[in-house]
């Protein structure tokens, strides 16, 4: 009897990760170098030489923007890098296949999972090196999330060297909610985070914390400093109001709308202009603006954490398309997946729910809270996505409200003893 046919995901599961061939790598990582890191100026300091480090090793980065590869691939030249990315990625046309040659690896954002451990144990094996984005996802809104759960575990299981990519004005150059390229200047420092014995003498908790503190950065308020002008062909508010979605006069929800360069709340006409620096300047006296985007972001977590506070019966619901991947198809022409329904989606302390179709079938999907700290964002702020059973999935509300979903899934995760906190200094639960 015929077997039938392996699933992309069957497939992808029987691999076995090696080292990046040499020539294919090299000559990749030489045309990056030669054409794209000028348009983007990007500058490098090193504080330590990679080429000592004889042996296997592990590179973590924060994760500033979609093109972060490149900074980081050029860093450690001649030393090739296996990449751990989103296994979502895997299943696009244009990237699976280069994916696939450079021995990418595969990991469920935010997911336990096996196979991705077990891959980056056999390269570290072999003297490979490994490079990971401990946050899970590209910078959202210019700053950083804390690591993912289990970092300081891993790093600690591994007991190898431990280098370090931290990449300033990466964000600003390719923002998450709108993906015009904006060079300007990227600067990149490499150094040392941990030794093998500084592993040995911490424990996870204490490596969690001290990569926290080692990728935490806030490109608005580095360029308050470094005045690097960006060049935003006249659109730096464009699709702004994803995540600014929340007026600091009027306090009115979804009337914020960001078009060219000003962002204006259409119930009470408060807004600012936003300049070659990313500065916000109000449109007039009257208007009132926080100083940066993360600082005004910042103040809509603050409001999300008080309303769920303040209601233990609080609920956010949506208007939603679902989103599934292909079974056998590679996804085409840029989709990260297939719409394959449409429904509600409900969060409360209760979890997560979906109710709708799927597949012209009804679909009920769940997830507790401690399952979702937050969602993925993979490519812009448009949509947000998780796994459930396994499965990936993608939603895509109705309004322009991503901005509050992440923030209500996130404090809904905490509130309800998450394993996922915030950073320490965070002044979200201020009275």
Not at 224 to 242: C, I, L, Q, S
Not at 254 to 276: E, W, Y
Request: aromatic share 12%.
């Amino acid at each position: 009897m015929r077997k039938p046919k392996p699933t992309l995901q069957e497939r992808l599961a029987r691999r076995h990760i090696r080292k990046p061939p040499a020539l294919i790598y090299l000559l990749l990582a030489q045309i990056w170098k030669w054409f794209m890191l000028p348009k983007y100026n990007v500058h490098y300091t090193y504080k330590i030489d990679p080429k000592d480090y004889k042996g296997p090793y592990i590179v973590i980065s924060n994760h500033a923007s979609r093109v972060d590869y490149l900074y980081t691939g050029v860093a450690f030249l001649p030393h090739r890098l296996n990449y751990v990315a989103g296994y979502n990625e895997f299943f696009r046309s244009h990237l699976r296949g280069v994916f696939h040659i450079l021995q990418v690896i595969p990991k469920k954002n935010f997911t336990p999972e096996i196979y991705a451990i077990r891959e980056i144990a056999r390269v570290l094996r072999t003297g490979g090196r490994i490079i990971l984005f401990p946050e899970g996802m590209s910078s959202i809104s210019g700053t950083n999330q804390p690591a993912a759960v289990g970092t300081g575990k891993l790093l600690k299981h591994f007991k190898v060297p431990v280098l370090m990519s931290h990449i300033e004005g990466g964000y600003l150059t390719n923002t998450k909610y709108c993906l015009d390229d904006r060079p300007g200047r990227v600067d990149v420092t490499i150094s040392e985070l941990f030794k093998p014995e500084d592993l040995a003498g911490m424990t996870e908790s204490e490596i969690q914390l001290a990569v926290d503190q080692a990728i935490k950065h806030d490109d608005y308020d580095w360029n308050k400093t470094a005045r690097v002008p960006y060049d935003g062909h006249g659109e730096f508010a464009k699709n702004m109001h994803n995540l600014l979605y929340w007026c600091p006069k009027c306090g009115h929800e979804f009337t914020m709308k960001g078009v060219g360069n000003v962002i204006r709340c259409a119930h009470c006409g408060n807004g600012a202009t936003v300049n070659d620096y990313y500065d916000l300047i109000p449109l007039d006296a009257s208007c009132v603006i926080p100083e940066t985007p993360v600082k005004w972001i910042n103040l809509e977590r603050r409001n999300a954490y008080r309303a769920i506070n303040a209601d233990p019966q609080y609920v956010l619901s949506e208007k939603v398309k679902l989103g599934v991947m292909p079974e056998y198809d590679v996804l085409k022409d840029l989709k990260t997946s297939e719409i394959a329904g449409e429904g509600i989606l409900t969060i409360s302390r209760l979890g997560l729910t979906y109710e709708g179709t799927k597949g012209g079938e009804p679909c009920l999907l769940h997830l507790s809270t401690d399952q979702l700290p937050t969602w993925g964002m993979c490519t812009d702020v448009s949509f947000f996505t998780t796994y459930i059973d396994g499965l990936y999935y993608e939603f895509y509300p109705k309004r322009e409200s991503t901005g509050k979903w992440l923030h209500i899934t996130e404090e809904l995760h905490r509130i309800n003893g998450g394993k996922w906190k915030n950073f320490p200094d965070a002044d979200t639960y201020r009275s």
